[in-house]
């Protein structure tokens, strides 16, 4: 069975992921950790974080992509904005989905396994999840160590980020990665998300993105997206059709980051 990749990215923090394809975080405390996100819901999930901690643990999404909740049925309880609760019933939460998952994303993320990915489909249909809200400023006391909901809309309408300030790290899930995804070509909502981090960004020094690796990037990548939103608005760049593997619909490519808008997928 294919291992799933597991890398410490700093004290008590770990890159738990999705065999290449999503990333997803442990973030522990004292009292209790925290898994931020859960992936499209392929591989023993549970299994392989109680490896890691046996505190107990409370399951927070960044957004409410099927990629990003599709294992939030392993779970009794996930935390999502409520805003993204009904986005999150725009695909179905199943092993159709999971399978469809696995032959888009692993031929560009992990083209040599996507056999053995595949196989990790579970071959019952998971629970559907249960939700429970979360708002800004909403803050999870992990006990000596705290995640900070940041309300960042833009890639769907109840996306978050999470600041743990004592290490000094944001955990962006879709919100900030190298490859930025608006449904739409409203740039305005999405700008001003990444002005508020930005305005926070004396508080921490690394982000850390919901997918490609490393999972732990300058914070300058969110300067850098409003630069582009900023330009892509003022007519100063387009967004030209360049259809690749993954995604339909018009990218503003510069220096190794991408936004894409009027995504179809
Ligand atoms: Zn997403």
Not at 72 to 81: E, K
Not at 212 to 223: F, V
Request: contains cysteine; aromatic residues 8%.
């Amino acid at each position: 069975m294919l291992e799933r990749p597991v890398v410490k990215i700093a004290p008590d923090t770990y890159l738990v992921s999705e065999y290449k394809l999503v990333n997803m975080f442990l973030v522990v405390g004292k009292h209790r950790a925290a898994l931020i996100d859960t992936g499209g819901g392929i591989g023993p999930l549970p299994e392989d974080i109680e490896r890691l901690t046996g505190l107990p643990l409370v399951v927070i999404a960044t957004h409410g992509d099927p990629d990003h909740v599709g294992g939030a049925g392993h779970f009794p309880h996930v935390y999502l904005h409520p805003l993204d609760w009904e986005h999150s019933r725009r695909f179905p939460l199943n092993n159709t989905m999971r399978k469809w998952f696995v032959k888009t994303r692993a031929p560009v993320r992990n083209p040599d396994n996507e056999r053995k990915i595949d196989a990790l489909v579970p071959r019952q249909e998971l629970p559907q999840p249960e939700y429970l809200p979360l708002a800004d400023g909403d803050v999870f006391d992990l006990g000596g160590r705290t995640l900070e909901v940041i309300h960042t809309p833009g890639h769907s309408p109840g996306s978050i980020c999470l600041l743990d300030k004592e290490n000094r790290l944001l955990f962006t899930g879709d919100t900030v990665n190298v490859s930025m995804a608006l449904t739409g070509h409203d740039f305005h909502e999405y700008n001003a998300s990444l002005r508020r981090l930005w305005a926070r960004e004396s508080e921490f020094d690394s982000i850390c993105i919901g997918h490609e690796l490393p999972a732990m990037r300058e914070k300058q990548a969110i300067a850098r997206y409003i630069s582009m939103t900023d330009r892509l608005m003022s007519g100063e760049a387009a967004a030209v059709c360049a259809p690749d593997a993954i995604r339909v619909g018009k990218v503003f490519r510069e220096n190794g980051l991408e936004i894409w808008c009027d995504c179809e997928a």
